[in-house]
């Protein structure tokens, strides 16, 4: 009884069989999979029928092999009787024919020039350097079918293990995640246009630690304004009770201020790559300018309105350089003050607290922030909101003693 099995070294599978008590190995190209297992089975069953029926042709089922010449015609090796009894042989059937798909590397060319026209230009240059750095040199000569979900395990707990990165380094499990994800997109889409089964589908992703957020209280915020560089005083006000992301709040211009309306026009955002569309659809938004907002930026058009058209520039009137501002600006008042050293992201988080603490309605903080949900709100930062607003219990405590003191009254 012939067998299909598997290759340890190759991980490809090859048949198993006999010829008139010699035994045959047959190798493919074919990965171990469900799917190529019932393929090669199906192929060893009409092989074994032949071989009893005595019309098997090696050359037939495997043109390409050394051994099609040994054996040539099966009737050679098998008794007269058997002959006799094959006298209506079995049609012709066709030689085994591999399946053939591009390789991960031709097809990621494809697929990045699909997305280039809809991504923005910091996805496309990330997507880059997690494709050139990690994915194509262990997949790009692989067709994309052969790809397994062995394969990909592999490659995580390669580049998950210490010293994993391309510069030596431990990543990070939520980086480890973004590269994985990257190749479980290219792989998902090839599986739907050449029809293979999916091996990232059931593949997890790395438990990643969660990042705590550290925001400055409100008497922190007063006393950063007040000691931070005059010339960024307002620059930090808009920043703190705005909530802006840092690509927004440098890519603010003044055709996206509205004083009479009091609101800030979120709808570009600037990196060292240039202005570009907002994170998402929904960051296009209208952040609501409080009295010192509303002020500061007064200040600021008196000072930067007729240079250029950025709110925030350099002398030269070009958008400031957030790693400057971080590295000259803001960790040296902190230092400066004896706060505790923190991302300059915290400013964000710092708004979302405050605006919590005074007792602002979630779905409009939510809509402040650029969150399409108020998910993203209570799951980061609900634990602020206790702290701030006493809202421990408490409130429901008096409701209790009240509507149990009046019913004892009664």
Partial sequence: MGKVRVREETGCLFFDFRVGGARCREQTTLRDTKANRRK???????????????????????????????????????????????????????????????????????WLSENTAVWRRNTLKATLVQVNGYLLPRFAEMQMHQILKADCLAFRADIAKPGGSMKKRTLSAKTVNEIMQILGAIIAEGADRYEFPNPMQNVKRLKAPKVHIEPLSFDEVEKFIANVREDYKQYFIVR???????GEVHGLQWKYIDFERREILVRETYSHLGREYTKNDGSQREVHMSEPVYQALKAQYDATGALSEYVFCTRTGTPIDPLNVNKRVWKPTLKLLGMKDRRFYQTRHTAATLWLASGEAPEWIAKQMGHTSTEMLFKVYSRYVPNLTRQDGS????????RLGGGEQQ
Wanted: glycine letters at 6%; hydrophobic letters at 40%.
């Fill in 240 to 246: 703190f009770y705005t909530g802006l992301r840092t």
């Fill in 40 to 110: 090669m089975e199906k192929v060893l069953e009409r092989i074994e029928r032949e071989i009893v029926a005595g019309s098997f042709e090696y050359a037939k089922f495997f043109p390409g092999s050394n051994r099609a010449a040994e054996f040539g015609s099966l009737s050679a090796l098998l008794p007269t009787s058997v002959h006799r009894s094959a006298a209506v042989k079995t049609p012709p059937q066709p030689a085994i024919v591999e399946r053939t798909t591009p390789t991960f590397g031709e097809f990621t060319a494809i």
């Fill in 395 to 402: 409130a429901f405590e008096r409701l209790l003693l009240q």
